[in-house]
């Protein structure tokens, strides 16, 4: 059961980024996942999630507007596009998996599976 998230780097304040969460292991479809991050001296937060069937998301207010989640079951994968990006987006960026509920979940307790973080930097 791995998750490998990927797709962080560089980035000026206004510019935009696509985030990509592979699953492999096992069928991730049955799963509800979401994005977190973490920023130097910070609690790990929530940003975005998805059900398994795409239907509902959920954000953080933080990112409303301007993160899209969005997910492609054929292929296990999870994507965060983030546009208009700021100086305090700079975070490691992690995905998770869960079992699904509803509401769905925005805490960082309520996921079973992680991957390894991605780094976004944003200079302003």
């Known amino acids: 059961v791995q998750l490998q998230a990927s797709g962080g780097g560089l980035v000026q304040a206004g510019g935009s980024l696509r985030l990509t969460c592979a699953a492999s292991g096992r069928t991730f479809s049955y799963y509800d996942r979401g994005w977190f991050r973490q920023a130097p001296g910070k609690e790990r937060e929530f940003v975005a999630a998805i059900s398994r069937t795409g239907g509902r998301t959920s954000y953080a207010d933080s990112v409303k507007g301007r993160f899209t989640i969005s997910r492609d079951n054929a292929k296990n994968t999870v994507y965060l596009q983030m546009n208009n990006l700021e100086p305090e987006d700079t975070a490691v960026y992690y995905c998770?998996?869960?079992?699904?509920?509803?509401?769905?979940?925005?805490?960082?307790?309520?996921?079973?599976?992680w991957g390894q973080g991605t780094q976004v930097t944003v200079s302003s």
């Open positions: 998770a998996a869960t079992a699904p509920r509803a509401p769905l979940g925005v805490g960082e307790n309520e996921y079973k599976y």
